[in-house]
């Protein structure tokens, strides 16, 4: 039997968003047509990488591989409102070494990103409920210590998203100087895209934190 692109688990949540049920459920192999779909979708991908996102680089392949890295990094869900898929999100494990390489060895970081690709339901509050109830399984079900939201300066309206959930802008890091990259072509001010600022926030939020709000 083939091996699934998409690692399962068991955690399925549940949340009510004024009359409508908010379920996250298992990612899995059978949702691979939707993520298809959200991730060649020019609008959707501006929003959620940026605005040089280029959906034409999001072939079957190169997605499968994304979800494949990220669902054996944490939990990857399938976002449901009243039973109809629209988005999915993830509570996984920090993999940016640049930010690991920050606390001791044996600090729990996580990391926190939704993609509502149902544009029909977006500015309805319900990436902060999402966002709540990613909180909520990592800090209560979890040991995690720190959790991270990572936005461009751009979308303004992720940022909101993090801070109505009790984080805080943490620090800013160049996109066209990012410690992960030596392509000089990055730093190359004639390749900034006018249309943002060049800055990705890092939006954190510590169990302690969580515990006193």
Known sequence: MKPNIIKEHNITLYEILREHTITLRPLSDDH????????????????????????????????????????????????????????????????????????????DIRRIDILIGEKSYWNMGIGSTIVQMLVNLAFNNEKTDIIYGITSDYNKRSGRVFQKNGFHLFSTYPTDNDPTSNDPANKDPANKDPAKNNLELHYRLTREEYENC
Do not use: H
């Not at 979708?41 to 940026?50: A, S």
């Not at 996984?92 to 001791?104: D, R, V």
């Open 32 to 107: 691979l047509p939707l993520l298809y779909k959200w991730n060649k979708d020019p609008e959707v991908l501006y929003w959620n990488e940026g605005p040089d996102a280029n959906p034409n680089n999001n072939n079957d392949e190169a997605v499968q591989s994304i979800y494949r890295e990220t669902s054996n990094a944490g939990y990857c869900f399938i976002i449901e409102i009243d039973g109809k898929a629209i988005g999915e999100c993830l509570l996984c494990k920090m993999t940016l070494q640049y930010i690991i390489e920050k606390y001791p060895a044996s600090t």
